[in-house]
């Protein structure tokens, strides 16, 4: 019988959207350690060549299938539902030893769903917090879970900038359509893209501004969709003085509201296309160079600010400390409770322009925090099976013992 192959990380994988920091982990420790990718399948269809592109990155930095017997260190496991967490556990018993379950949210705001099933799976847990001041403001239910089980909780910012994807990446700004999620009817998403538009026009036309399409799909999600089909006939200077003379008229107050909330979504929804082709004109798409992963791949990359509406990445960019333009400024209506949470946290009704406001939001420890000084000190002294922290003890990835 073959000795079972030995690694440092397992990470357990489900789709790119869900741990897009596995890449920066890769590219920072894949050459010195020994990482191995737990993939059972799930979701692997979902999001085309994207999905195979951030699959093939991981493997190009030295990530390697387990496809039998191993032990490993730590598994960092992404946030996963019940019958996955199952699914999960009944392979790592077939399959897997391993020292420390390690628990990864997908974005800085969110808990640990199933904490106690967790835990029974897989033993005393440490989370990764990004920024203790953040975490699980979402979910607040999940941290009375999390009490009741064994667990530490360990800060780590963001490895986004210190270990970037794309480092040859650069724009003086990046255009950045929002989740479609938050922007629930076309009156919406019409005001969202004006004053998206408005902020890119008035930008000097020597800057370079990088046009990045949402990661839902290997086009885009719906609102950027339409920013990458040219059907403008006219040059972009004659469509340019249209759309802005449009959006003036609209923008005329007629009683309790303005033109365009007289008008009917079918005509609005015209004006926005042409929006979105006039940004498609003058912004570069990343999508021509570069792969549709996160745009927390690209921040660091952009020297003077991001516009873009209410989006999970907008902690990404006050983390690095680049200027953002809101452009969403629509009463909460039907999104999902995330977002007005985040109008709340981030004091977004403060902004006005590009705004650094939000910056003081990020707690100071989680910028000193410094998630692979934390994994690098785990694999050199490795904490036995089963030896959890009661309560709810809070580290700090700090690099410094």
């Known amino acids: ?38 993939d059972l399948g799930w979701e692997a269809k979902k999001l085309g060549t994207t999905e195979e592109a951030f699959r093939k990155a991981l493997a190009d930095q030295g990530v390697v299938p387990i496809d039998g017997p191993a032990v490993a260190t730590a598994m960092i496991v992404p946030r996963l539902g019940p019958a996955h967490i199952d699914q999960l556990a009944s392979w790592v018993d077939a399959h897997l030893d391993f020292g420390r379950a390690l628990h990864l949210p997908s974005n800085p705001s969110l808990g640990v769903l199933g904490a106690q099933q967790l835990h029974q799976r897989f033993g005393p847990l440490t989370v990764l917090a990004y920024d203790l001041a953040h ?22 910012g963001s490895p986004c900038a210190a270990h970037p994807v794309f480092p040859d990446f650069a724009a003086d700004y990046v255009y950045a359509y929002p989740s479609h999620l938050a922007v629930p009817t076309k009156r919406h998403a019409y005001a969202l893209v004006r004053d998206m538009w408005r902020a890119l026009d008035a930008l000097p036309r020597d800057q370079v501004v990088a046009f990045k399409p949402h990661n839902a799909s290997d086009q885009g999600n719906n609102l950027s969709q339409y920013g990458r089909r040219p059907f403008l006939p006219a040059p972009t200077w004659m469509a340019r003085w249209i759309l802005k003379g449009t ?12 033109v365009a909330d007289r008008i009917p979504e079918g005509i609005l929804g015209k004006v926005t296309a042409v929006a979105h082709e006039l940004a498609a004109r003058r912004c ?3 999508l021509e160079r570069y792969p549709g992963f996160g745009l927390e791949h690209f921040i660091a990359g952009v020297r003077k600010g991001v516009i873009t509406g209410l989006s999970n990445l ?9 200027p953002v333009f809101n452009a969403d400024h629509m009463p909460p209506g039907d999104r ?66």
């Open 135 to 156: 975490f699980a403001e979402y979910e607040p239910q999940t941290r009375l879970e999390l009490n009741l089980v064994p667990h530490e909780i360990v800060e780590i």
């Open 314 to 322: 907008v902690w990404e960019a006050l983390y690095q400390r680049k």
């Open 247 to 258: 959006y003036r008229l609209l923008s005329i107050r007629r009683g309790r509201g303005t």
């Open 336 to 401: 999902p409770f995330n977002y007005p949470i985040m109008v709340e946290r981030y004091a977004m009704h403060e902004w006005h322009g590009f705004s650094t406001r939000g910056f003081s939001t990020i707690g100071d420890s989680a910028r000193r925090a410094d998630l692979i000084g934390y994994l690098e000190r785990l694999i050199a002294a490795p904490v036995p099976e089963g030896s959890g922290v009661s309560g709810s003890l809070t580290g700090l990835a700090t690099g410094v013992d």
């Open 284 to 286: 570069v798409n990343v």
């Open 1 to 38: 019988m073959n000795a079972p192959a030995r690694f440092d990380l397992a990470l357990v994988y489900s789709s790119f959207r869900r741990h897009e920091r596995y890449l920066n982990i890769a590219k920072a420790l894949g050459r010195t350690r020994r990482i191995g990718l737990v």
